[in-house]
């Protein structure tokens, strides 16, 4: 379900020119263990100007949006929570805003879903993602895609913790450090 779903929402992003990436679990999917996730997460190279955009690719999809008042929810939270009418599965569009996360999208690698290609969040900007999320869900999918991927771009994911830290003044690079003593 989550595949068709998939296989559905890619080629309407690009034929809006929408640059967008899958993260969450999803993406973890990919790159790590599989695991039971409910939704889709997808960031997207637009900021809340390319409402619009989504809004006319949404009824195609065979997507229903979740709020009432797009555009002042979409303001205050940076995403748009879809369900799929069909299997019931949420999508949410998640507008970026920052250069961390336009050069994520940059970033991300094509990967095939049957005769479709979906652009996924390098395994690297998976692993940035779910250790500032931080959930212990999250740290879980950190160590399993660092253990079945022992060849990543240390530096990149290092750099950008390290960036978080200072703008978020959180503890990001000292998780990511524990984790991987643990895994070594």
């Known amino acids: 379900m989550f595949e068709r779903l998939l296989k559905k929402v890619a080629p309407q992003l690009k034929k809006a020119s929408i640059p967008y990436m899958v993260i969450g679990g999803q993406a973890v999917l990919i790159y790590g ?46 995403v748009l929570p879809t369900i799929d009418q069909k299997s019931g599965i949420r999508v949410d569009f998640i507008f970026s805003f920052s250069l961390y996360e336009r050069q994520a999208i940059e970033r991300a690698k094509d990967i095939k879903l049957g005769n479709s290609f ?32 022992p060849k990543y771009d240390l530096v990149y994911i290092k750099k950008w913790l390290k960036e978080f830290d200072k703008s978020l003044g959180g503890k990001y690079l000292k998780i990511f450090r524990k984790i991987e003593k643990e895994i070594s």
């Open 33 to 78: 263990e599989p695991r039971l996730t409910r939704d889709i997460d997808i960031t997207m190279g637009i900021s809340v100007d390319g409402l619009d955009k989504v809004k006319k690719i949404i009824p195609i999809i065979g997507l229903k949006s979740l709020v009432q008042k797009e555009k002042e929810f979409v303001e205050r939270n940076m």
């Open 118 to 149: 979906v652009r996924f969040a390098s395994l690297e900007d998976v692993v940035i993602h779910k250790v500032i999320a931080g959930r212990a869900r999250d740290l879980e999918d950190v160590k399993s895609i660092l253990l079945k991927n």
